[in-house]
C-alpha cells in the first residue's frame, strides 16, 4: 500500500482545520473578548498505530479510511469548560464540514477517568485527483483534562495498555482532581477573564 499518497489529504485536512481554528482564536483577540481557545495542536495517525488499531478491531485494509476516524486529528484546548461547549456551538454552525457524531465524554467520562468531547467530521478536501470527503475527529478539552489525558497516555504507553491497578486508582483519583480544579476554576471565571482583559490591553 502507498501510505504516502493515504496519508497526503489527511495532513491537509489537519493543516487545514489549524489554520481555520487558529483564525477564531484570533478574531476573538482582535475583538478583545476572550476566546474560548486557548491553543490549538494537531497530528495525523502514524501509519504504525493505524494498523495497531485496524488489527485490534479487525478493520480489514480496504475499510481502514472509513472506520478509523481519526487518523486526522485536531484538538483544541480551552481554559473553562463553559469554553468547550462555546467551541462545540461554533463549531455546529460551521459550513464548511459536516458532523458526523458527537461525543460528550466530560458528562459521561470513560471507565479511565478520561474527559474530552469529541467530534467526528466530514470535511471535504480537495486533492490533485478532485474532491474528496474525509473524516477528522476533533477533541475539544480543558487544559486539566489535557493535562490528565496527555500523562495517562504516557503511562499506557509505557505499560502497553496494561496500567497496573495501583497506578490506575491514583489516575482515577487524579481525574477526579482534574476536574475539581476545573469546577474550581469556573467559580472565579468571570475575574479570571476581568484580569487577562486588562492584561491584553497593556
Ligand atoms: P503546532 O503545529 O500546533 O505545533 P501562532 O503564532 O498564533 O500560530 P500562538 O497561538 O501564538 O501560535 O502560539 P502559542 O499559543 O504560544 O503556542 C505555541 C505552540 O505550542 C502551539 O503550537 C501550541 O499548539 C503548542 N502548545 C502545547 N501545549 C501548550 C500549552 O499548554 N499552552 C499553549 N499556549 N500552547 C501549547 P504551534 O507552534 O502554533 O503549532
Ligand atoms: P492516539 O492518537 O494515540 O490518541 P475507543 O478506542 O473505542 O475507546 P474510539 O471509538 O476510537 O474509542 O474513539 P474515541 O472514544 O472518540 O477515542 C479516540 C481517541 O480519544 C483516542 O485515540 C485518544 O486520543 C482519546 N482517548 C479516548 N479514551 C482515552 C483514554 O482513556 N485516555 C486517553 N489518554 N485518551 C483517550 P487513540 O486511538 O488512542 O489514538
Not at 485490534?56 to 481502514?64: A, G, M, T, V
Not at 461554533?90 to 459521561?108: G, V
Not at 486533492?127 to 490528565?148: D, P, S
Not at 497516555?153 to 509505557?158: C, E, R
Given at each position: ?200 490591553r497593556k
Amino acid at each position: 500500500m502507498n501510505w504516502e499518497a493515504i496519508i497526503a489529504p489527511y495532513s491537509q485536512v489537519v493543516e487545514e482545520l489549524k489554520v481555520k481554528l487558529k483564525g477564531m482564536r484570533r478574531q476573538f483577540e482582535y475583538e478583545a473578548r476572550h476566546s474560548p481557545i486557548e491553543f490549538i495542536t494537531g497530528r495525523v495517525k502514524p501509519v504504525q498505530s493505524i494498523l495497531e488499531k485496524a488489527e485490534k478491531r479487525q478493520i480489514p485494509l480496504e475499510r481502514i479510511e472509513t472506520d478509523i476516524q481519526d487518523i486526522a486529528g485536531v484538538r483544541v484546548v480551552c481554559q473553562f469548560v463553559d469554553d468547550i461547549y462555546m467551541v462545540v456551538d461554533m463549531l455546529r454552525s460551521r459550513k464548511d464540514f459536516k458532523i458526523i457524531e458527537e461525543k460528550d465524554y466530560i458528562s459521561d467520562k470513560k471507565a479511565s477517568g478520561y474527559r474530552s468531547y469529541h467530534m467526528t467530521i466530514e470535511y471535504p478536501v480537495e486533492t490533485i485527483h478532485g474532491n474528496k470527503k474525509v473524516l477528522a475527529e476533533i477533541q475539544i478539552r480543558t487544559l486539566a483534562m489535557n493535562f490528565w489525558a496527555t500523562n495517562e497516555h504516557s503511562l499506557n504507553y509505557k505499560y502497553k495498555g496494561r496500567i497496573p491497578v495501583e497506578v490506575k486508582q491514583r489516575l482515577q483519583r487524579a481525574a477526579e482532581a482534574a476536574f475539581k480544579l476545573d469546577e474550581e476554576m469556573s467559580k472565579i471565571k468571570t475575574e479570571v477573564q476581568e484580569a487577562q482583559r486588562i492584561f491584553h490591553r497593556k
